[in-house]
């Protein structure tokens, strides 16, 4: 490997056996990780899993309570809320420049390349009062990317959009937020946000990290039962002495399908119905297209797909059986906060 790619691909930033409190309680608990330059990583877990406060321990706003953070480069983070002052969109991009230090006769053009980057060049002479909850967080992002700092994480970019405006969004995100030069960690709510934007994921529950890798990878070999119920393995049967865990896309109606399933509940999606299935051995979940079997029609069923754990596996994540699956000091800007170099 040679010089340049060892330093396009170096470790900016990690965190071995790191602990974080919020007053006396252990919110994250012995959590290594390590974010690369050239990654795109977010990270996903329920409501209160410590996700926020983890970011802030990375980024030096929290000291951790045990272990410790390595960071190679400046480290900016941005916060949830995308507050903005009220000046127009330009002058709140470049107030952000300001208070990173960069030079005043850079910040201009930088601020509006930012913008460009995240398809918000129109904004530019908007006052932020103005704006819709997307154009805020479309200034908020271009905010963060215009400091251009070696390690960018973002907590839940976007949260609190409709279905429409956060597809927008996130499509033009994709492309803004990957840099050779940055590692940047997300921090996302929905499984699709995850699915679009990241080389690898992080799934952090309980305040602990319980999984990593690949998009894919975890799809298709989750490391426990735990993990596959949160990445949405929402139907179980028991066959035999193992446990088999499903997603919709794993169940099909097929009338020479082997297995016998009564129709429970059937719930009307914009493109077809889920239907919840009773099984003798368990319950399954697919999306049939209409017209679709009614509560309490008989349905042959056949799985393509799945993964399989020890039948004495619970939700607490124990390990599966061996086959995966089936056949200056931290300084506050507007929303940006940074950590200087050592």
Known sequence: MSEKQSDENAALLRCENLSVCRGAREVVTDVSLELRAGEL???????????????????????PAQGRVERAGRVAIALQAPDLARRTVLANVMLALGWWGVPGHEREDRARAALRALGGEHLAQRQAASLSGGERRRVHLARAIAVRPDVLMLDEPFGGLDTE???????????ALRSQARATLVVVHDRSE??????????????????????????????????????????????GGELLLTRP?????????????????????????????????GRLYTVAPLPAPRPSDTVRVRIDGGARFARSVTDDGAAPSPQPALAPAPTVAPGVAQERRP
């Open 41 to 63: 990583v977010a990270l996903l877990g329920p409501n209160g899993a410590g996700k926020s406060t983890l970011l802030d321990a990375l980024a030096g706003v929290l000291a």
């Open 165 to 175: 405006t956060r597809a927008t969004l996130l499509d033009d995100a994709v492309g």
């Open 194 to 239: 995850a699915w679009a934007l990241a080389d690898r994921l992080l799934i952090l529950i309980g305040g602990r990290l319980v999984a990593e890798g690949t998009p894919r990878d975890l799809l298709e070999r989750p490391p426990s039962a735990l993990v596959a119920r949160f990445l949405g393995f929402d139907g179980s049967l028991q066959d």
């Open 249 to 281: 896309a794993h169940v099909a109606l097929d009338p020479a399908g082997p297995l016998r399933a009564r129709v429970t509940r059937a719930v009307a999606l914009e493109d077809g119905v889920r239907l919840e299935l009773e099984l003798d051995s």
